[in-house]
């Protein structure tokens, strides 16, 4: 197929690489702009944008789709299908329209549960079990369209965000290049999404990653911890100072008060809104590298009932 690929950060590009690989003729790459990025604010080209300079693959970076002249454009290319991951803007109808196979996408979830932005770190801080990949025609909905394919599987018990992404990555292309050969035969039957079905995945800010110790069980701020790493990471706010949890564990029922510290020695435990206590075993106090509790604590002195601040800054 002649393709068309949409794409911006690192997990889209296993995709193209992909689809490049499997035969198909990617005429065009269109991502997101370059972004200054770090404290010098250095502009940035996305990683999509690098793969696709590095497969000799011309690369467009339109501010928006809904310029007549981008809907030109991809007219005049007149691409089989344009195949979207993780690309960051929805198509206008004028280029929906355009390619004979379609625009497909692939979505990080088993829609149409977890439609939206965020469903890789949502589905974890949400408690879920099992997540997957959809490829599915798009249309002028966030995640809408009709499904072609889906491939489930488990989330570790342990699995964070980062190692979802990574994973989900992988499957995403394998399924994208099933995907297209099967359109091409003429092997797949589209299915409709169940609108009743539907729940949504926010944009993640970093506001969100904030924990609350009275207002959340145990198994919560786990999950949490679990799907804000690696970005924005979880915390909490300890005499004033912001320290990030990098890795937690449910603990124990507790008799001390919700959002108190439990235990202070071998284990940094804090009292959730079930007391139950949540060990939090890698923590990065602000301003340090990351450490165990057990380095924290032994340079940090930290009463037993002392109590944690529950507002945010």
Known sequence: ??????????????????????????????????????????????????????????????????????????????????????????????????????????????????????????????????????????????????ILEQTEVIIGDEETAEQLFERLSVISAELMVSTLSKLEKGEITPVKQNDNEATYAPIIKKEMAFIDFKAKTAKEICNAVRGYYSWPCAYFFLNGKRIKIIKAAVGEKSGKAVGCVAQNSDKFSIVCADSVTVDLLEIQPEGSKPMTAKQFLNGNKIEIGTVIEDTNG
């Not at 977890?114 to 974890?124: L, V």
């Open 1 to 146: 197929m002649k393709i068309v690929f949409m794409g911006t950060p690192d997990y889209a590009v296993k995709t193209l690489e992909a689809v490049v690989n499997a035969g198909h003729e990617v005429v065009a790459v269109f991502a997101q702009p370059d972004k200054p990025v770090g404290r010098k604010h250095i502009l940035t080209a996305p990683p999509v944008k690098v793969c696709a300079e590095g497969l000799g693959i011309p690369v467009f970076q339109p501010n928006t789709l809904r310029d007549a002249a981008v809907a030109e454009q991809l007219k005049e290319i007149n691409p089989d299908a344009i195949v979207v991951v993780a690309y960051g803007k929805l198509l206008p109808k004028e280029i929906l329209d355009i390619p004979k196979y379609g625009c497909v996408n692939g979505h990080a979830s088993l829609l149409p549960k977890y439609r939206g932005a965020s469903p890789i770190q949502w589905c974890i801080v949400c408690g879920e079990t099992k997540t997957g990949i959809t490829t599915m025609y798009m249309n002028e909905g966030m995640d809408t369209g009709d």
